[in-house]
Structure formats: C-alpha cells, structure tokens
C-alpha cells in the first residue's frame, strides 16, 4: 500500500500478517468445547469417584448391619469407580481429536494456508467424528439422568431430615416424628431383604448433621454439574463440526478440493 525499503518494517508486516491468518485459523467452537469438556470431566470424574467412596461409608454404617447384604453394592462402586478412570483416559483423547479435526476442518474451510484444500478423505473423516458424536452425546445423556439420582436421594434425605426437625422443635412426643423414615431399598441401593435398610426419626436427623452426609451431597451435585457441562460440550462439538462437514461437502460441490 505504501513504499517501505526498510527490511525490518517488512518482516514486522509479514510476521503481522502471520499472526493474523493464524488467529483466524482457530477453530473458537471446537477450543471452546475442548475446554468445556475437561472441566466437566474433571468436575464428573473426580467428584464422582470421592462420592461413590462417601457413599459406601455411610450405606455400610448407616444402612447396613451384614456385610452380604451391602456386597452387591460395594462391587458396583468398586467397578464404577474403574471405569470412571477409563472415561477420563477416553475423552481426554477424544477431546484432542476433535480439537485437531477442528483445526483441520476450519482451516479447509477458510483456505487460510495458501493450496490447501479439503480431500474426500478429510470430510469422510469428518463424518466419522460427527457420528460417533452423536452417538457420544445420547449415551452421556442416559449418563447425566442417571447421576441425577444420587442427588435426588440426596435431596429427599436432607427434605425429611429438615421435617424432622421442625416436627422436635413443636411436638415434644418422639412417636410423633419417628415414623418418618429414609429407606435406601427404595432407591435400590440394597436389596429388600436388607437390615435395617431405613433409617427413621431422630436417627435420621442425626446423620444428616454429620459432615459425611454434606459433603457427599455437594460431591454428588459437583458431578452431576459436571455431566451437564460434559453434555454441553458434546453438542458444542456437534454444531460446530456439523457446520464446518456442511461448508466442506458446499466447497466440493462447487469444485474447491
């Protein structure tokens, strides 16, 4: 635009330029999602496994007097807890390749690095990440109603213990509060056959009031917190990779390969 002989102030302009085309470069959606999804997988994998070691605790002190009676449930925690580890391997990976389709996708689509073009194989390999995705996406779904029951029971405990209370404080009978119990067999935590497997009146109230049962609480909404955020960030990867897959198949119609 204008002469400019010194060599400095040129490649200051190139090195400008540069740092522009790769701004622009930068697949904002997917970056965005990327972060979204390893927070609320640190949110739901580490939150969630101290949860499920609190709540084997309090079951087994509070819920259970024979060990036969709670085995079944310590063995779902014990695996649980497993495979917590192996979807944190999973979709710290699945993360890093969708960002890199991002990259790929976005830089295809705005043509930023001079000749380089979308392939066919490319957006075959776009498809293939837009399904397993949305596959991903409805099985953490099933995942994100299922961490809302702990929470639910959680809630309803904390709901009666708070009845409980209030009752102590206007009746001065025990029998008069003592019939409302919590019964963990209802929730399936234990079988029926358990014993006690309630726990009912002041007994309740009493374990509500330990520092077990609130943080256990705030563990299980942290997690559930982070499977929606974790949902979030699937369906941010699904927009923006179904969108970049629409403009690539738009550019191969038109001749841009």
């Known amino acids: 635009m204008f002469p400019v002989r010194q060599p400095w102030l040129c490649k200051a302009l190139g ?75 999973f979709f710290f990976l699945f993360g890093i390749l969708l960002l890199a389709e991002g990259f790929y996708t976005t830089s295809a689509v705005k043509q930023t690095f001079g000749e380089f073009r979308s392939t066919h194989c490319g957006r075959c390999l776009s498809l293939t990440f837009i399904i397993v995705t949305y596959i991903l ?39 008069q509060h003592g019939w409302i119990c919590m019964d963990a067999r209802q929730y399936g935590l234990l079988p029926w056959n358990a014993m006690p497997g309630k726990a009912c009146g002041m007994t309740l109230a009493s374990i509500c009031k330990t520092s077990e049962f609130y943080v256990t609480y705030d563990l299980y909404i942290a997690a559930f917190a982070g499977a929606g955020v974790t949902l979030l960030a699937l369906f941010l990867y699904l927009a923006a990779t179904t969108y970049n897959y629409a403009v690539l198949r738009f550019l191969g119609r038109k001749g841009v390969r």
């Open 15 to 89: 090195c400008y330029d540069c740092c522009i085309r790769c701004f622009w470069a930068v697949p904002y959606p997917s970056l965005a999602a990327t972060l979204l999804l390893y927070a609320g997988m640190a949110l739901f994998c580490g939150c969630g496994h101290e949860a499920l070691s609190n709540t084997e605790v309090l079951v087994e002190t509070y819920f259970a007097r024979n060990v036969q009676d709670f085995v079944v449930m310590a063995s779902f925690i014990k695996y649980f807890q497993y495979v917590i580890y192996g979807l944190a391997s």
């Open 137 to 175: 996406a409805f099985i953490w779904l099933a995942v994100f109603a299922f961490s809302a029951i702990p929470v639910y029971f959680l809630f309803n405990m904390e709901q009666t213990c708070h009845n409980i209370n209030i009752l102590a404080e206007t009746t001065p009978s025990i029998n």
